[in-house]
């Protein structure tokens, strides 16, 4: 396997003990080093099993998965799969560790064996990314919701890690919150990360590279965004929503108005309206 590719699944089922039904049902995947790949689809679609097998979290009970070229299967593999692959959880609750919010983010680096100095480096800078800085030294038990799914993901961050699965980050977030959110990321990805973004908000993955669309335990669509888009209302048959943005951008170019080369984006449209 070259070793530029992040995750390489083939056939990989799932099933939870006691379930009739896998969750994952034959999937093929591969992502590589540096790409930003959002993956939805509707409630029960299976985004949230693959999350946890792209973790090592969940083993796949049938297929294979490879992580950074280490076999998810072998236990000998798992420390060192879920040192380089951060994981920022649906529910923040299963994810914060300690009571003070500074040693909640402290536990990941801590984990890897750094320096106190590294640490706090490493605290200071994810703390001012997710903008948590003034909670540094409160109790996290008094948290907001969205302030906790902030905390969850300085957790991640402080980890430097080369990869980050982030299952629905931004679920609890206010609009400026879930921005803010998206202009780290970016950031991390213009550095190298790679970054698997789970989200029910389609219109997020406009800044992805690439969006897989999960349907009933399987990949139905794999591309870029705006070839998504191009199947306007089409995709509402995998129970995705068209934002507000993209069903303007589809009117007018239609309409001929604006060209075929402008992308589904706020800004996309606004620059080819008002140039
Ligand atoms: P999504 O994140 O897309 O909403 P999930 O991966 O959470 O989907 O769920 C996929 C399927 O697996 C659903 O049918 C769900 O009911 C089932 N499932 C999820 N978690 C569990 C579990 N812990 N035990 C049994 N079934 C589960
Ligand atoms: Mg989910």
């Known amino acids: 396997m070259p070793e530029d590719v992040v995750f390489s699944l083939r056939d990989v089922y799932f099933k939870y003990p006691g379930s009739d039904e896998a969750a994952l049902k034959g999937i093929d995947l591969e992502v590589q080093a540096g790409e930003w790949v959002a993956l939805v689809g509707s409630n029960g679609s299976g985004k ?3 999350a946890r097998i792209l973790n090592a979290l969940l083993i796949p009970t049938q297929g294979a998965c490879f992580i950074l070229d280490m076999d998810s299967k072998e236990s000998e593999n798992i420390w060192a799969i879920r040192s380089k ?11 914060i560790v ?12 801590e984990n890897l064996g750094l320096c106190p100095s590294d640490i706090c480096e490493k605290v200071t800078w994810s703390l001012d990314a997710t903008g948590l800085t003034e909670y540094r030294n409160k109790a ?19 980890m430097t890690p080369p990869v980050i699965v982030l299952d629905e980050p931004t679920a609890m977030l206010d609009p400026q919150g879930r921005k803010d959110l998206l202009n780290v990321l970016s950031e991390l990805h213009m550095q190298g990360m790679t ?12 800044s992805c590279d690439r969006v897989i669309v999960m349907n ?5 669509w794999d591309g870029t965004p705006r070839d998504l888009f191009e199947f306007g209302k089409g995709i509402e048959k995998w129970g995705l929503e068209v934002p507000p943005i993209v069903r303007l951008w589809s009117m007018l170019k239609n309409a001929g108005i604006i060209s075929k ?3 589904p984006t706020k800004d996309g449209v606004v620059h080819a309206l008002c140039p």
Do not use: C, W
């Open 48 to 50: 949230s099993t693959l």
């Open 85 to 95: 692959v951060a994981m920022v959880f649906q529910n923040p609750d299963n994810q």
């Open 98 to 109: 300690a009571s003070v919010v500074e040693d909640d983010t402290a536990f990941g680096p």
């Open 140 to 158: 996290t038990y008094a948290l907001s919701g969205g302030q906790k799914q902030r905390l969850a993901v300085a957790g991640a961050l402080a």
């Open 195 to 206: 970054i698997v973004y789970i989200s029910h908000r389609i219109e997020e993955i406009l």
């Open 216 to 220: 009933e335990g399987n990949v139905s």
């Open 261 to 263: 080369e402008v992308q």
